[in-house]
């Protein structure tokens, strides 16, 4: 090893350099005023080429090399060091990593040169003092769309979870999400859009109520899980929608006397008919057996003991409950859209919501009502000090804090404010279906701002194989297509529709919501402040927001379509869960 005046022009870039992506030109601009200023403080490592030919390849510090030509050096030292047997890879991770890190693409094209030459994960991970899972993390790379990696290589990463998820698709797959999830130039991509476009729920055969002969009818195709159990079928298929059509087709050809198929809950518990009794134990002859699909999609039973029917004059008791035996037998007729359709819708709703309160215009007067409605929210709660304390300090960190100085005075600017507020609506609105709902109020809020502008693309299969064939053939027309013999190629035809430049935005995804839900809103709040003003009524002055209810005291139950919450009101604090 020794040192050599040389003519910084006169060197060889390094073909295997690990840094293949462009350095920031802010970092640019610093190391070429340093070299203006100082010169070059360390010399960069080259070795003589390794063919034959005359000359040095540089092994380390190109963008010290480039800096002194940009400078216009004439002779700069260099460290003539022989080339080690992997070419230098390891020298120029480390060298790369040490100065200014490499962005992940990088890393991972690194990483892969190494175990090419024969490096296992464990040395890379001892030599980079990375974790061995950090390896692992990066290697999933090697499976993503180019166009993703170019958004990763920016720094703009998705979590390791979403990022299997991303890996495990394929790439044709992949390439029609980013399609439809592509950011903006300078925007972060939403990872978890497209990880969720990407995911791919697995329904195994051991679940299958069906035989072969609706297996074959709906098309389905069984793969093999090779990590599953070995004592166990690890059969299966992600062709969700058709697992689950022949499995209700099942159930309706099955039905058992005085049996009918049940429609689920959001969570997964069969819902009974009006004043059904659930048996448990064993069921006696006059009881009815429901069928229903668990979250699994495997085929459960549940028995049900209905209340006897009056008979109307003229009629026999016996022949009144068999009337009404036969209503609850008869199958619900599927709605235009499935649970499954109506989550997504949900999860469209919301994020397209959190998007418009980001980055749509609002008016202060109109963040400020935004503020009080979300507070009114069915997924926010009135409770005690000690509830607040429990679900309040999480938000006074996220939000509020920063209106606060160093001393502990509030002080902030309307800036801030604006600011404040956005994220503290993000925060509680929510159109997803479950406990978390805002209820009708987040859609009052989204169609205010706009937010039905940044709702995705629905033309996809994912959302298309949840409507009916009525839906799907309204969506057709609207279009200017022609429906199709078969739903299947009615579907075929729309997502290559919607693939190219055209964008489907499902009708029962806007925000606006109907008339009567607002009207069932209003009226609901006005029979709210009526029970606070009766609840006040017989309150002393001096007591006046110091005592709270009694624990005798009644609670009153929000029902809406939604779910239900608990409003139980306290003069101590408002808690959001």
């Known amino acids: 090893m020794h040192i050599l005046k040389v003519d910084p022009r006169a060197l060889n870039e390094n073909a295997d350099d690990a840094r293949q992506s462009k350095s920031s030109a802010q970092a640019d601009a610093l190391l070429l005023a340093t070299v203006k200023a100082v010169g070059i403080i360390q010399p960069p490592v080259v070795s003589p ?49 040490a100065r200014e890190p490499l962005n992940p693409v990088d890393q991972w094209r690194g990483i892969e040169r190494l175990v090419a030459l024969g490096w296992t994960e464990e040395a890379i991970a001892v030599a980079l003092a990375l974790p061995v899972r950090q390896i692992r993390k990066l290697r999933l790379l090697a499976n993503v769309l180019s166009a993703m990696l170019d958004q990763m290589a920016r720094g703009d990463m998705p979590n390791e979870q979403q990022l299997r998820t991303i890996a495990a698709a394929s790439l044709d797959d992949q390439r029609q999400v980013w399609k439809a999830n592509k950011p903006k130039k300078g925007d972060t991509a939403s990872w978890w859009q497209i990880a969720n476009g990407l995911s791919k729920t697995r329904m195994f055969a051991r679940d299958a109520s069906f035989g072969d002969d609706l297996r074959e009818a709906y098309g389905i195709e069984w793969a093999d899980d090779l990590f599953g159990p070995a004592d166990q079928d690890n059969r299966f298929t992600t062709n969700v929608e058709a697992f689950l059509g022949a499995q209700q087709e099942w159930m309706t050809s099955n039905l058992p006397k005085k049996g009918s198929i049940l429609e689920v809950s959001n969570y997964g518990q069969p819902e009974l008919p009006k004043k059904a009794e659930r048996v448990y134990g064993k069921p006696g ?12 999609g495997k085929v459960q039973t549940v028995h049900y003991r209905m209340p006897e029917v009056k008979p109307a004059k003229g009629q026999t008791s016996t022949t009144a409950n068999d009337e009404a035996a036969e209503d609850v037998s008869v199958a619900k007729v599927r709605p235009d859209v499935t649970q499954k359709g109506q989550d997504m819708i949900g999860d469209f709703r919301t994020d397209a919501l959190h998007e418009a309160l980001a980055r749509a215009p609002i008016e202060d007067d109109m963040l400020m009502a935004l503020l009080v409605l979300a507070f009114a929210s069915q997924n926010v709660r009135v409770d005690s000090g000690a509830g607040g304390a429990l679900y309040g300090g999480a938000r006074f960190g996220r939000h509020a804090a920063r209106l606060f100085t160093e001393d502990g005075r509030l002080s902030f600017d309307t800036d801030t404010v604006r600011v404040a507020a956005r994220a503290a609506l993000i925060d509680v609105f929510s159109c997803r279906r479950g406990i978390s709902n805002s209820g009708v109020v987040s859609r009052i809020a989204g ?9 995705p693309d629905m033309g996809t299969e994912d959302f298309l194989v949840c409507l009916s064939r009525q839906s799907l053939e309204a969506v057709a027309k609207d279009a200017g297509i022609q429906p199709r013999a078969r739903v299947r190629e009615t579907r075929s035809a729309l997502v290559e529709h919607f693939g190219g430049d055209a964008i489907l935005v499902h009708p029962a995804a806007l925000f606006a919501p109907d008339t009567q839900d607002v009207a069932a809103l209003l009226r609901h709040g006005d029979q709210g402040a009526e029970r606070d003003e009766e609840a006040t009524a017989d309150v002393p002055d001096d007591h006046a927001g110091i005592d709270g209810p009694s624990d005798d005291e009644e609670q009153v139950d929000l029902d809406d379509e939604a779910g239900t919450v608990d409003d139980h009101e306290t003069a101590y604090g408002v808690a959001a869960e």
């Open 447 to 455: 169609e205010a701002i706009g937010a039905d502008t940044f709702l």
């Open 49 to 97: 080429q390794v063919d034959g030919g005359n000359g040095y390849v540089i092994q380390a510090g190109h963008r010290r090399v480039q800096a002194a030509i940009a400078a216009g050096l004439e002779e700069i030292e260099v460290l003539v060091h022989e080339a080690a047997n992997d070419n230098g890879a390891m020298r120029s991770m480390v060298e790369n990593i």
């Open 285 to 296: 002859k006059g009881d009815h057996t429901g069928l229903y699909l668990d979250r699994d």
